[in-house]
């Protein structure tokens, strides 16, 4: 691990963390567009999508977000729920669980082990919680770039989905309940 991932402080996040949620969103999705990735999230900016602000909104005030910092400053935020979007066609776990909704990281600090850092915290907040399963789902495309990342932080793929025409994927990581 590198000194980045010793200095990232993880604490809970709130609405006042709206604001940086929706700039990191708008950065990565610059940042794929500039890598010629416009299926994942589109090219509009997360911010002008419709319904993306009301969303961010709902992230941090109806399920659990949690907010990386480097030096006091947002770099990056994970939002944990008790189950996948209503939205998308994934069939419940059929047992408790922790469900990652959101992961983002400022792109300025790419490669700086954030991303890693908040899932390693879901999983010790899915272990506290007493729930053994934590899962997410991520955009199967692209090569597979981004179900790697979650494969490397600990996740095995379990089912694949099409949103549409949106190829995703779930994988889900056992963590186990603390013993207490």
Do not use: K
């Not at 066609?89 to 490669?111: F, K, N, Q, T, W």
């Not at 899962?135 to 494969?151: I, N, S, T």
Request: aromatic share 6%; glycine share 14%.
């Amino acid at each position: 691990m590198n000194d980045t991932a010793h200095a990232i402080r993880i604490r809970p996040g709130g609405p006042a963390d709206a604001p940086a949620l929706l700039d990191m969103l708008d950065g990565a999705v610059a940042w794929m567009n500039a890598r010629g990735n416009t299926e994942q999230w589109g090219t509009a900016p997360y911010s002008q999508r419709a319904g993306g602000p009301e969303r961010v909104e709902r992230y941090t005030t109806e399920n659990t977000p949690y907010v990386a910092e480097l030096d006091g400053a947002p770099v990056g935020a994970l939002v944990l729920d008790h189950g996948p979007s209503p939205q998308l066609p994934i069939a419940p776990a059929g047992e408790p669980e922790r469900y990652v909704r959101l992961l983002v990281s400022d792109r300025r600090h790419a490669g700086r082990g954030i991303g890693a850092a908040l899932l390693a915290h879901a999983a010790e907040e899915t272990r506290r919680a007493g729930v053994a399963l934590l899962r997410v789902d991520c955009w199967a495309g692209g090569g597979g770039e981004l179900v790697a990342f979650y494969e490397r932080n600990g996740f095995a793929p379990t089912e694949g989905f099409l949103s549409g025409d949106w190829p995703g994927q779930v994988l889900a990581r056992r963590v186990g309940p603390t013993l207490g």
